[in-house]
């Protein structure tokens, strides 16, 4: 039977990578692959607009500085929540 748990936050990319090239090549050794990886929008730090370019810097609506949302824990590269103030793998902190 399915579930409905979002498995993501637990997958790792260097093993997806690996199996990816590992799946490609036939099983050759040290082939890799490469993966196109979206960017994530820029985001209004006031009112929480997405942006329409990458390059924006200030928000059109409220005039608020644009950042971009971090994905991924910048220590162990595992995949995170915007919400998440702390990684669950590692504790390190993400705000």
């Known amino acids: 039977m399915g ?6 936050k ?3 990319p260097s093993s997806i990578e690996d199996a990816f090239g590992a799946l ?11 993966i196109e990886r979206k960017k994530p929008k820029p985001r209004c730090s006031k009112c ?8 924006s ?17 910048p220590q162990c590269k595992r995949s995170i929540e915007e919400t998440e103030k ?5 504790g390190t902190k993400l705000k």
């Not at 579930?3 to 993501?8: G, K, M, P, Q, T």
């Not at 929480?48 to 390059?55: M, P, Q, R």
Request: proline letters at 4%.
């Open 48 to 55: 929480g607009k997405f942006a329409e370019s990458e390059d």
């Open 57 to 73: 810097k200030f928000c059109p609506e409220c005039g608020g500085k644009m950042f971009i949302p971090i994905t991924n824990c």
């Open 86 to 90: 702390f990684c669950t793998n590692c």
């Open 24 to 34: 490609v090549s036939g099983k050759k050794s040290g082939y890799k692959t490469v």
């Open 10 to 12: 637990y997958q790792d």
């Open 3 to 8: 579930s409905n748990i979002d498995l993501r």
